[in-house]
C-alpha cells in the first residue's frame, strides 16, 4: 500500500493510519515493507506520542495518548514478529561442522568391538567454511563465519533487519512493554530452533522415552547427538546470544539475557534430557564406549556452555551440565566394574567344540584393548584401584609385580585375571585332560597375541605380566603334549622287546607287532579326534604340529630302523607296518583343522 500522507499530518493520524484494527488492506500490510521514509515518518510519530505522554495534562488528553500509544504498541509488536519470521536467514545445518580435533568419537575413529561405529554419510562429510570474514553488527546478510576458541557464530538475521529490530525494541520498552517484546522474540526464534533441532536429528523425547529405546537404536541416536551437541552449542545457541545482543545491546544487558534464555531455555533442556536419559540407564558393558563418546563431547563443551551461559539467570544450565557430565562418568565406572562381574559370572556351561578360542575371550580381549584405546579419558575417570573382593592369595600373585600401575592399568589386568578364572573352570567342562589343556592354551595364546598387537594396552600391562601369560600358554601347550603324546611314543620304546626280558636275547617278533599295533591304534584315535580341534592362529598351530613332528617321527623312524625287518620277514607285515614316515608326517597335517577327516591315512598318500 502506498500510504497517502499529508505535510501537516499529525503523529496521531500517522499512527491510526496503520492501526491493525484497520481494514485487511492496512492490517495485512507491514510498515517496514514500505520505502525508508514511511518507516522513518512512523517511528517519529511514535517518539513525538511517547514524549507527548508525560506532557498531557488534561484527563481526556492522557487518555487519548495512550489509546494512540496502545495502537502503535500493537502494530510495533506486528513489524517486530514480522521481521523476525521473514528475515531470518535459513541455516545450513548440514554443513556445519564441529571445528576441534576431537570431532571425531573415538569409537567412531577405531574399529568398534560390538557394533558398526562408521559414522552417517552427513557425520562424515568435510566442508570448508571460509573463516576469513569476521561479521559485525554492519556485515552484510550472507551467512558467515567467525571463531571465537571453539565458537563459531553465523548471522542469523541481516544486518538492515537488525537495525530495524532494534528501533522496534527501543520504543517497545520505553513505553513498557518489554514483556511483550521479550514474548514476540522468543516465540518466533524457538520455532526456528525446533526446524533446526529437526534437521539435526534431535527429536522430542522425555527422558522416559530414551530409556525405553533399543541400545542398538541408540547407537545411532548417540552419535547424531554428539554432532547436533557441538553445532548446537557453538553454532546455534552462541549466534542466538549475538544476535540478543545485536537487538538489545545498550537497552539493557538483562534485557539481552531476558529474550536470549526465553528462546534457548527450551531447546537446551530438549538436548539435554538425551544425555541425562544415557547418563543414568541401566549399565551394561556395551554401552560403555558411547557413553565414553558423550562424556567427552560434553567435557568439550563445558568451557564454551560456561561462556555462552554466563549470567546469573542462567547458571542452571551451568549447573545442569555438570551434573550430567558427573553422572556421565559415573556411569563408566560402574559400567567397568559391572564388565569385570560380568566377566566373572559369565555362566555357558557348553565348552566350546575342538578346544578353540571361547567366545568370551574374544569378547573380553576386543572390549580390553578398546579400553585402552581411550586411555587419556579414563585415566581421568578411573582413580581407584579394582575392588578384588574375595580372591584367593594364588589369585593375588597376578598383583604382585604391578606395582606403580594406574589404576586403569589395574583394572585392565583384573579384567584378564578373571577372564583366566572363567577359563580354568570351563576347561574342566572337558572330559578329555588334554583337550582341557589344548582348551587353555588356545585361549591364553589368544590373550598374549591381543596384548601384543595393541601398543597401548601392552604399555600398559606391561612386559613383565605379558611374559607370565606368555609362560601360562606355553606351560598349557607342554601339558597338552605330555598328555596326548607320552604314551604314544611310549610304544615305540626299545625296552622289554627282548624275549624273556635278557638284553643279550633277540628281540621278540610278536612284543614288536604288539608294539605296533598299539602305536596304529591310539595314532589313529588321536588323529580321528584331534583332526576335528582348531587352532585359529595358523603360527600357533604350524608351531605345535612342529613340536610334535619332532617327538613322534624320530622315535618312529628309529623303532623302524631297529625292528622293522623282523615285521617285514613274517606274515602280513602291512597290518603292523600300516604308515611310512611320510604319511605320518602328512597324518600330523590334518591336527588342528578343526574339520573330521573322513579317510584314513594310507589313502591320503595313494
Given at each position: 500500500?502506498?500510504?497517502?500522507?499529508e505535510?501537516?499530518?499529525?503523529?496521531?493520524q500517522?499512527?491510526?493510519?496503520?492501526?491493525?484494527?484497520?481494514?485487511?488492506?492496512?492490517?495485512d500490510?507491514?510498515?517496514?515493507?514500505?520505502?525508508?521514509?514511511?518507516?522513518?515518518?512512523?517511528?517519529?510519530?511514535?517518539?513525538?506520542i511517547?514524549?507527548?505522554?508525560?506532557?498531557?495534562?488534561?484527563?481526556?488528553?492522557?487518555?487519548?495518548?495512550?489509546?494512540?500509544?496502545?495502537?502503535?504498541?500493537?502494530?510495533?509488536?506486528?513489524?517486530?514478529?514480522?521481521?523476525?519470521?521473514?528475515?531470518?536467514?535459513?541455516?545450513?545445518?548440514?554443513?556445519?561442522?564441529?571445528?576441534?580435533?576431537?570431532?571425531c568419537?573415538?569409537?567412531?575413529?577405531?574399529?568398534?568391538?560390538?557394533?558398526?561405529?562408521?559414522?552417517?554419510?552427513?557425520?562424515?562429510?568435510?566442508?570448508h567454511?571460509?573463516l576469513?570474514?569476521?561479521?559485525?553488527?554492519?556485515?552484510?546478510?550472507?551467512?558467515?563465519?567467525?571463531?571465537?576458541?571453539?565458537?563459531?557464530?553465523?548471522?542469523?538475521?541481516?544486518?538492515?533487519a537488525?537495525?530495524?529490530?532494534?528501533?522496534?525494541?527501543?520504543?517497545m520498552?520505553?513505553?513498557?512493554?518489554?514483556?511483550?517484546?521479550?514474548?514476540?522474540?522468543?516465540?518466533?526464534?524457538?520455532?526456528?530452533?525446533?526446524?533446526?533441532?529437526?534437521?539435526?536429528?534431535?527429536?522430542?523425547?522425555?527422558?522416559?522415552?530414551?530409556?525405553?529405546?533399543?541400545?542398538?537404536?541408540?547407537?545411532?541416536?548417540?552419535?547424531?547427538?554428539?554432532?547436533?551437541?557441538?553445532?548446537?552449542?557453538?553454532?546455534?545457541f552462541?549466534?542466538?546470544?549475538?544476535?540478543?545482543?545485536?537487538?538489545?545491546?545498550?537497552i539493557?544487558?538483562?534485557?539481552?539475557?531476558?529474550?536470549?534464555?526465553?528462546t534457548?531455555?527450551?531447546?537446551?533442556?530438549?538436548?539435554?534430557?538425551f544425555?541425562e536419559?544415557?547418563?543414568?540407564?541401566?549399565?551394561?558393558?556395551?554401552?560403555l564406549?558411547?557413553?565414553?563418546?558423550?562424556?567427552?563431547?560434553?567435557?568439550?563443551?563445558?568451557p564454551?556452555?560456561?561462556?555462552?551461559?554466563?549470567?546469573?539467570?542462567?547458571?542452571?544450565?551451568?549447573?545442569?551440565?555438570?551434573?550430567?557430565?558427573?553422572?556421565?562418568?559415573?556411569?563408566?565406572?560402574?559400567?567397568?566394574?559391572?564388565?569385570?562381574?560380568?566377566?566373572?559370572?559369565?555362566?555357558?556351561?557348553?565348552?566350546?567344540?575342538?578346544?578353540?578360542?571361547?567366545?568370551?575371550?574374544?569378547?573380553?580381549?576386543?572390549?580390553?584393548?578398546?579400553?585402552?584405546?581411550?586411555?587419556?579419558?579414563?585415566?581421568?575417570l578411573?582413580?581407584?584401584?579394582?575392588?578384588t573382593?574375595?580372591?584367593?592369595?594364588?589369585?593375588?600373585?597376578?598383583?604382585?609385580e604391578?606395582?606403580?600401575?594406574?589404576?586403569?592399568?589395574?583394572?585392565?589386568?583384573?579384567?584378564?585375571?578373571?577372564?583366566?578364572?572363567?577359563?580354568?573352570?570351563?576347561?574342566?567342562?572337558?572330559?578329555?585332560?588334554?583337550?582341557?589343556?589344548?582348551?587353555?592354551?588356545?585361549?591364553?595364546?589368544?590373550?598374549?597375541?591381543?596384548?601384543?598387537?595393541?601398543p597401548?594396552?601392552?604399555?600398559?600391562?606391561?612386559?613383565?605380566?605379558?611374559?607370565?601369560?606368555?609362560?601360562?600358554?606355553?606351560?598349557?601347550?607342554?601339558?597338552?603334549?605330555?598328555?596326548?603324546?607320552?604314551?604314544?611314543?611310549?610304544?615305540?620304546?626299545?625296552?622289554?622287546?627282548?624275549?624273556?626280558?635278557?638284553?643279550?636275547?633277540?628281540?621278540?617278533?610278536?612284543?614288536?607287532?604288539?608294539?605296533?599295533?598299539?602305536?596304529?591304534?591310539?595314532?589313529?584315535?588321536?588323529?580321528?579326534?584331534?583332526?576335528?580341534?582348531?587352532?585359529?592362529?595358523?603360527?600357533?598351530?604350524?608351531?605345535?604340529?612342529?613340536?610334535?613332528?619332532?617327538?613322534?617321527?624320530?622315535a618312529?623312524?628309529?623303532?623302524?630302523?631297529?625292528?622293522?625287518?623282523?615285521?617285514?620277514?613274517?606274515?602280513?607285515?602291512?597290518?603292523?607296518?600300516?604308515?611310512?614316515?611320510?604319511?605320518?608326517?602328512?597324518?600330523?597335517?590334518?591336527?588342528?583343522?578343526g574339520?573330521?577327516?573322513?579317510?584314513?591315512?594310507?589313502?591320503?598318500?595313494h
Amino acid at each position: 500500500m502506498e500510504p497517502y500522507h499529508e505535510v501537516s499530518e499529525m503523529p496521531e493520524q500517522i499512527i491510526l493510519r496503520w492501526d491493525t484494527a484497520a481494514p485487511d488492506e492496512v492490517k495485512d500490510n507491514m510498515i517496514f515493507d514500505s520505502d525508508r521514509e514511511e518507516i522513518d515518518r512512523y517511528l517519529r510519530a511514535v517518539d513525538e506520542i511517547q514524549r507527548s505522554m508525560s506532557s498531557a495534562s488534561i484527563l481526556d488528553d492522557q487518555n487519548k495518548v495512550d489509546s494512540t500509544m496502545q495502537i502503535a504498541m500493537a502494530r510495533l509488536e506486528d513489524e517486530f514478529r514480522h521481521i523476525l519470521s521473514t528475515h531470518t536467514i535459513p541455516i545450513e545445518v548440514e554443513s556445519l561442522t564441529d571445528p576441534s580435533p576431537s570431532a571425531c568419537s573415538m569409537s567412531s575413529c577405531t574399529s568398534g568391538v560390538f557394533e558398526d561405529v562408521n559414522d552417517d554419510e552427513a557425520d562424515s562429510q568435510e566442508v570448508h567454511l571460509d573463516l576469513s570474514g569476521s561479521p559485525s553488527f554492519g556485515s552484510s546478510g550472507r551467512s558467515s563465519y567467525r571463531r571465537t576458541s571453539s565458537i563459531r557464530e553465523i548471522d542469523l538475521i541481516p544486518s538492515e533487519a537488525i537495525i530495524d529490530l532494534r528501533s522496534i525494541a527501543e520504543r517497545m520498552i520505553a513505553a513498557g512493554y518489554l514483556r511483550e517484546c521479550i514474548q514476540v522474540y522468543g516465540s518466533v526464534r524457538k520455532s526456528t530452533f525446533d526446524s533446526s533441532f529437526k534437521r539435526l536429528g534431535i527429536e522430542k523425547l522425555s527422558i522416559g522415552d530414551i530409556q525405553r529405546l533399543d541400545w542398538n537404536e541408540l547407537v545411532t541416536k548417540i552419535r547424531r547427538w554428539i554432532r547436533a551437541a557441538k553445532i548446537s552449542v557453538r553454532n546455534l545457541f552462541s549466534s542466538e546470544k549475538r544476535l540478543c545482543q545485536q537487538i538489545f545491546y545498550g537497552i539493557g544487558t538483562a534485557i539481552e539475557d531476558a529474550c536470549f534464555m526465553e528462546t534457548v531455555k527450551g531447546p537446551v533442556t530438549q538436548l539435554f534430557n538425551f544425555a541425562e536419559a544415557i547418563s543414568i540407564s541401566r549399565r551394561s558393558p556395551e554401552k560403555l564406549f558411547k557413553i565414553l563418546d558423550l562424556h567427552d563431547a560434553l567435557t568439550d563443551l563445558i568451557p564454551d556452555i560456561d561462556v555462552i551461559f554466563e549470567s546469573k539467570s542462567a547458571e542452571y544450565i551451568r549447573i545442569q551440565a555438570a551434573e550430567i557430565l558427573s553422572r556421565l562418568g559415573e556411569a563408566v565406572r560402574g559400567t567397568l566394574s559391572e564388565f569385570e562381574n560380568a566377566v566373572l559370572r559369565e555362566p555357558s556351561l557348553h565348552p566350546v567344540l575342538g578346544g578353540t578360542v571361547h567366545p568370551l575371550t574374544r569378547y573380553v580381549m576386543n572390549y580390553v584393548s578398546l579400553i585402552s584405546e581411550y586411555q587419556v579419558a579414563l585415566e581421568e575417570l578411573i582413580v581407584s584401584k579394582p575392588s578384588t573382593g574375595s580372591r584367593n592369595s594364588a589369585d593375588m600373585d597376578e598383583f604382585s609385580e604391578v606395582e606403580g600401575k594406574t589404576p586403569l592399568a589395574l583394572h585392565l589386568i583384573w579384567s584378564i585375571v578373571i577372564l583366566q578364572l572363567n577359563l580354568e573352570g570351563k576347561s574342566r567342562q572337558y572330559k578329555d585332560p588334554c583337550l582341557a589343556h589344548f582348551f587353555i592354551m588356545n585361549n591364553v595364546h589368544y590373550i598374549v597375541e591381543k596384548i601384543r598387537g595393541s601398543p597401548k594396552l601392552r604399555d600398559m600391562i606391561g612386559e613383565v605380566y605379558l611374559k607370565r601369560m606368555t609362560g601360562k600358554y606355553r606351560q598349557a601347550a607342554t601339558n597338552y603334549e605330555r598328555t596326548t603324546w607320552v604314551n604314544v611314543v611310549y610304544c615305540l620304546r626299545n625296552e622289554g622287546l627282548n624275549a624273556g626280558g635278557s638284553l643279550s636275547s633277540a628281540p621278540s617278533k610278536s612284543a614288536i607287532r604288539e608294539r605296533m599295533k598299539s602305536f596304529n591304534a591310539m595314532f589313529e584315535e588321536v588323529h580321528r579326534t584331534q583332526s576335528a580341534w582348531l587352532i585359529p592362529d595358523p603360527l600357533l598351530k604350524e608351531e605345535l604340529r612342529i613340536s610334535i613332528t619332532e617327538k613322534l617321527i624320530p622315535a618312529y623312524r628309529s623303532f623302524l630302523g631297529l625292528h622293522g625287518h623282523h615285521i617285514e620277514s613274517g606274515r602280513h607285515p602291512e597290518n603292523y607296518i600300516k604308515y611310512s614316515v611320510e604319511e605320518l608326517e602328512n597324518g600330523i597335517l590334518d591336527f588342528f583343522e578343526g574339520c573330521s577327516v573322513p579317510h584314513n591315512l594310507r589313502r591320503r598318500s595313494h
